[in-house]
């Protein structure tokens, strides 16, 4: 015996709880934030229209070759269905689909699903000024591509670079051309051809802090440690932003010291002679070193790792006092109070 379409319907409703299924109407949630906003009228004519549109149909801007995020979609293993949401795009004069925001999905789509680029997606399409230009067409879809980016909440300052970098806007470029000078690349953003780097906030607070000489050089070291036969323990591993850092602040520490000095020849040899990827690990150089101070803490404690090679005599030199560190901002953070008088081995 079976139950009638009805009955089952009935029976489905009976079984749900609606007084208590967590549902918060959405007038009253909105109503509750108390934000008062200037009102108008839409229509269904004010949204864009929404069609299947055939992946071979597609296109995306040049710019967005090196903007996208190439991990996320080889991590994804197939298209699911479910997760694409309808992706937005803007149909040119000449007919062309651009992809606006969905480059992602999209992507994801064209590798994993099989049938030569004839399946169709939903799109909400846009339409460009039949006589616009390129020019004018792709500064249209960059501001969107901005104002969509912007929108979203918890936007990293990653995903937040890519925006401003499809934008066109100067300090973005500006930071592109930076991490292309450093040759390296974030997520592929900058030098594709590069090093990638981990951490794109301590890098470019290197960058800020300690210039692009010493950290161009700490890129070049770590590098070198990666792909060391006497550091082991190094190799393989990426490229950190804050250890760039760290590694920066030791050549920073480098031009304090006078050349032709222990001090000075002392600090060369360990760094030439990779010594820390000897005696330490990066997971140890780095331990419990988060915070506001973590260059200053990795340099000091590499510093410490060089007095220890001194002090074994494993190289020759002179260790290297608070004096000196201070004058090259590496004083011990835990210090409250700024020693007065400096120790007298300090002095060169």
Known sequence: MTLSNSKLQSVTVMNYDSKNDGLVSLLDLANSLGIVGLRKTIGKDDFPPIEWVS????????????????????????????LCRPILVYKRPDGKYAIVDGQHSSCIAAIYVD?????EILAQILE??????????????SKLFKKLNILRTNVSQVAQ??????????????????????????????????????GYAKLMESVDTYGMDCTSKAIAYYNSLLHSKVAPKWVGSTLNGAMVG?????????????????????LVDFL????????????????????????????????????????????????????????AGLGDPS??????NEDELDED
């Open 55 to 82: 992946l071979d149909k597609f296109y995306i801007d040049e710019k967005y070759q090196r903007l996208l995020n190439e991990a996320m979609i080889r991590n994804a293993g197939y298209f699911n269905p479910v």
């Open 161 to 198: 670079l890519r925006a401003d970098i499809a934008a066109g806007v100067k300090e973005a470029l500006e930071i592109e051309e930076t991490l292309f000078d450093l040759g390296v690349n974030i997520e592929k953003i900058g030098d594709s051809n590069g090093l990638s780097v981990k």
């Open 246 to 266: 760290g590694f920066a602040a030791v050549y920073y520490l480098l031009g304090f010291l006078n050349k032709g000095t222990q001090k000075y020849s002392g």
């Open 115 to 119: 049938d030569n680029g004839k399946a």
């Open 128 to 141: 460009h000024d039949p006589n616009a230009t390129v020019e004018e067409c792709v500064e249209e879809e």
């Open 272 to 327: 030439d002679g990779q010594i820390i990827g000897k005696v330490t690990t990066p997971k140890e150089l780095m331990n419990k070193t988060a915070g506001n101070a973590q260059f200053v803490l990795i340099a000091r404690r590499f510093v410490d790792y060089h007095k220890t090679a001194i002090l074994m005599g494993n190289i020759v030199g002179q260790t290297i006092g608070e004096g000196t560190l201070s004058k």
């Open 335 to 340: 210090t409250v109070s700024k020693r007065k």
